[in-house]
């Protein structure tokens, strides 16, 4: 008799929800038992919890080299170890190139998480990471459906690989293969934690396309939309899933590139330079001095930071008019026909539940 498996996942467009679910298959073939918890959709108390000693795998896309802050709360509240052991996956942003499979960059994702659980007491067995398409469709157009299935035939095959080999009481840490690259872009998964997902992540809008039907409100796995002058709203709980944007039935929401230029211009322009030294003629800020230097590069930080909630209302505001809505609109890339949504594979996930 095998030892249960329970594996936690969180997923936004579909491709770590497909990992979880080919893991599962191969040990219930194996006569496992086995729970596959999507940790968005199951209230904390509702969270089934593993059996002492039994087997635990967390599955979860990369954000901006890292867990995204759902998976990452989540194994930090997770409970000690009672002689369990663990492992870990992301989902990665894979590509095809001509024959090529090209990988992601998995960053601190799958490290930070294995030191957590570490210090938790569980003995990890396993750490890969699964190179799916990458569905970041704020930034490029989604990927070809033909490349799609490709890259999924490809990726169902290593995870069916993997689950053989933990299942069956192997150690493996792929994951090794990519340190040196995860740790030099480290920095960036920090930068990214602290200004990138707030700034990058909050240019979602909804157009005159959108019927109010909610089902972006209802499938958000953070319950980030909000309803405001009965429209959808982004609040900064986004964690830009993208699951929204390529979910919406009517292809209504956008992310507004033109924002994006203008607001990192004049962030740059007005905060960093014109600002700061208008500041600068009244202040004058003894050199040399560690608390007040690190007092000033807070306070940079905070004033920055409020600029750009200040700037993201503005926007809004601005979308009310008709004038700049069309500007915001016709500067979005994410408009045109071209800019595919990312679909998972669906002859890949026809089997699941
Ligand atoms: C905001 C955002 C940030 C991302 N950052 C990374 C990254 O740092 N490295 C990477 O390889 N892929 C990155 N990706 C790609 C996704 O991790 C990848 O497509 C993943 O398979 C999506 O899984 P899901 O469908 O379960 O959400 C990012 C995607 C988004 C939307
Ligand atoms: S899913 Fe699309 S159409 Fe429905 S409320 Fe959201 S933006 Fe509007
Ligand atoms: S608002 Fe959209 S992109 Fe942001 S977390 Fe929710 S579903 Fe994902």
Redesign the pocket.
């Known amino acids: 008799m095998q030892t249960p498996l329970s594996i936690y996942f969180f997923?936004?467009?579909?491709?770590?929800?497909n990992v979880a679910h080919w893991f599962s298959v191969v040990a219930l073939g194996r006569g496992i038992e086995t729970t596959v918890t999507d940790i968005s959709r199951t209230s904390r108390k509702d969270i089934p919890l593993p059996a002492p000693g039994s087997l635990v795998g967390f599955i979860s896309?990369?954000?901006?080299?890292n867990y995204p802050p759902a998976m990452m709360y989540f194994i930090f509240r997770f409970p000690r170890s009672k002689g369990n052991r663990a492992f870990l996956m992301n989902?990665?942003?894979g590509l095809k190139l001509s024959k090529w499979f090209v990988p992601?960059?998995?960053?601190i994702a799958l490290w930070l998480s294995a030191l957590v659980l570490l210090f938790k007491g569980y003995r990890i067995v396993g750490l890969r990471s699964v190179d799916?398409?990458?569905?970041?469709i704020s930034f490029h157009p989604g990927v070809k459906e033909k490349v799609v299935a490709s890259i999924y035939g490809h990726c169902k095959n290593i995870t069916v690989r993997f689950a053989g080999k933990i299942l069956s009481g192997e150690k493996v840490y792929t994951a090794f293969r990519d340190i040196i690259q995860d740790l030099l872009v480290a920095p960036v998964s920090i930068g990214y934690y602290f200004a990138g997902r707030f700034i990058l992540?909050k240019t979602f809008y909804a157009t005159d396309a959108c019927d109010k039907c909610n089902l972006c409100i209802s499938n958000c796995p953070v319950k980030a939309i909000l309803t405001v002058d009965n429209r959808p709203f982004w609040s900064f709980r986004c964690e830009?899933?993208?699951r929204c944007m390529n979910d919406c039935p009517k292809r209504a929401i956008e992310t507004s590139h033109g924002y994006l230029v203008l607001s990192m211009c004049l962030l740059n322009i007005w905060i960093m330079s014109w600002f700061w030294q208008a500041v600068a003629r009244f202040l004058v800020i003894p050199a040399g001095n560690g608390w007040v230097s690190l007092a000033v590069t807070f306070t940079r930080w905070a004033v920055t930071f409020a600029v750009v909630v200040l700037f993201y209302r503005l926007y809004h505001y601005l979308l009310r008019v008709p004038f700049f809505r069309q500007l915001f609109y016709y500067s979005s890339l994410t408009r045109y026909k071209f800019w595919r949504r990312y679909k998972?594979s669906r002859n890949m996930i026809s089997h699941l539940p």
Do not use: D, E, I, K
């Open positions: 997923s936004g467009t579909g491709n770590a929800r896309p990369t954000h901006g080299f989902t990665r942003a992601g960059l998995s960053g799916l398409p990458s569905n970041w992540a830009s899933c993208m998972p």
